[in-house]
């Protein structure tokens, strides 16, 4: 299993999201997050924002649907053709255990089993 993270403009999650549910990824956690890339924020005349809002999307799929979220989220998020810069980042780190809090389930890459609490 795979944790995906996006970083997106809060103008283009909702396309994300339509996205992501058409290609049978609907399980995503949203958060409204503020940060700068490489080029330190946008300078316009004497003001410099180093603070941008963003939109963070978190999701945990198997290593097998790796390419088609980040391929899926790549293309949604994308402004224009060829992108800009500040249109975001996909970071992808492994997940060993999930549980569901609700059933007491543990899954891992090698199943799922109930936890005796």
């Known amino acids: 299993m795979l944790m995906i993270r996006a970083i997106v403009r809060p103008e283009r999650v909702d396309t994300v999201l339509e996205h992501l549910m ?19 924020g946008i300078k316009i005349g004497d003001i410099t924002y180093d603070e941008i809002p963003k939109e963070l999307l978190m999701m945990v799929v198997p290593e097998g649907d790796k390419d ?6 790549l293309t949604a ?3 224009g053709d060829k992108g800009a ?7 992808v780190s492994p997940v060993e255990e999930v549980y569901t809090v609700s059933s007491g389930i543990k899954e891992t890459a090698a199943g799922a089993e109930e936890v005796k609490l």
């Open 85 to 91: 810069f500040g249109d975001g980042k996909v970071f």
């Open 77 to 79: 998020a994308r402004t």
């Open 68 to 73: 088609l979220v980040i391929r899926t989220v």
């Open 22 to 40: 058409a290609e049978g990824f609907p399980a995503v956690t949203r958060m409204s997050v503020s940060g700068r890339g490489k080029q330190r």
